[in-house]
């Protein structure tokens, strides 16, 4: 690392660990209810399941066996229950050598989960009962572009994670970053980082579920130009998990457009 790099040394983006919603949602569409039964009203209050407790132990098992000059000097997390209890899990067992001139724990709203508006708390059989033109609309603008009322689409993610990844960039270059959040947060830092289109990263959301407590790492490459550049280096990467045999999951957040019908 030179002083001429803005960029993190290293950034890890972690999907928080399977949640009671996760599941909730996973029996309604079975069921096909229209709406998801989950814990709390307000899907910011919704805790982890059992399993993803393990999931996050697997995954602070895992950061607690790399080499010291490889774990995270600086973990930033969503204010979701769910993303916070697994950042305190992954941080109890992680070990991490924090930087000095930062607080060990930084909770930062622009990671948190996207809104989903009036959708929230439905299933596709609950936004095509309830909302059809909402459905059709998703269908003819697509996720990227689809806002619901009081909710968010994929471009007003990216437009709070883009001051969120200045801020990472202007205040913990050098630093070896955490992120916990959620899986679109997942896909949204990928756009921004590498500099996707619409077409590339939706491409990616296609053929990927992003699993719970999976790893999506950058590293910094120095040789990119005068002042480096970060380089994906995993994606959905889940053998901690495996290794510990904690079951993997990967529920998406929202039905793919095609299951709205």
């Known amino acids: 690392m030179t002083d001429a790099s803005v960029w993190p040394s290293t950034l890890f983006i972690v999907r928080h660990g ?14 096909r209810e229209p709406v998801i039964r989950r814990s709390s009203s307000r899907d910011v ?22 080499p010291v000059d490889q774990r995270p000097t600086v973990v930033i997390t969503s204010p979701y229950v769910r993303a916070r209890q697994t950042t305190a899990i992954i941080k109890d067992l992680g070990d991490f050598p924090y930087a000095s001139d930062v607080t060990s724990l930084l909770v930062d709203e622009r990671f948190r989960e996207k809104e989903f508006g009036i959708l929230d708390g439905l299933t596709r059989y609950g936004i095509a009962e309830r909302f059809p033109e909402q459905a059709a609309f998703r269908t003819s603008l697509g996720k990227f572009y689809h806002r619901p009322p009081g909710g968010e689409s994929w471009c007003d993610v990216i437009l709070r994670l883009r001051s969120a990844f200045e801020m990472m960039s202007r205040e913990y270059h050098g630093e070896r970053i955490l992120v916990v959040a959620h899986s679109v947060v997942v896909l949204c830092m990928r756009y921004i980082v590498e500099s996707l289109t619409e077409e590339e990263i939706l491409k990616i959301d296609r053929e990927n579920e992003v699993a719970n ?9 120095m040789s990119q130009g005068p002042v480096g550049k ?3 280096d995993s994606f959905n990467f889940v053998a901690p998990l495996v290794a510990e045999g904690a079951r993997v999951t990967s529920t998406p957040d929202v039905p793919p457009t095609s299951q709205i019908s």
Not at 18 to 31: C, F, H, I, K
Not at 213 to 221: E, G, Q
């Open 18 to 31: 399977e949640s009671a919603g996760n599941v909730a949602r996973d029996e309604a569409n079975a069921a």
């Open 45 to 66: 209050d919704v805790p982890l399941s059992p399993l993803g407790e393990r999931q996050a132990t697997a995954l602070g098992h895992w950061f607690g066996a790399l």
């Open 213 to 221: 407590c999976s790893v999506t790492r950058f590293d910094v490459d």
């Open 230 to 232: 970060l380089i994906l």
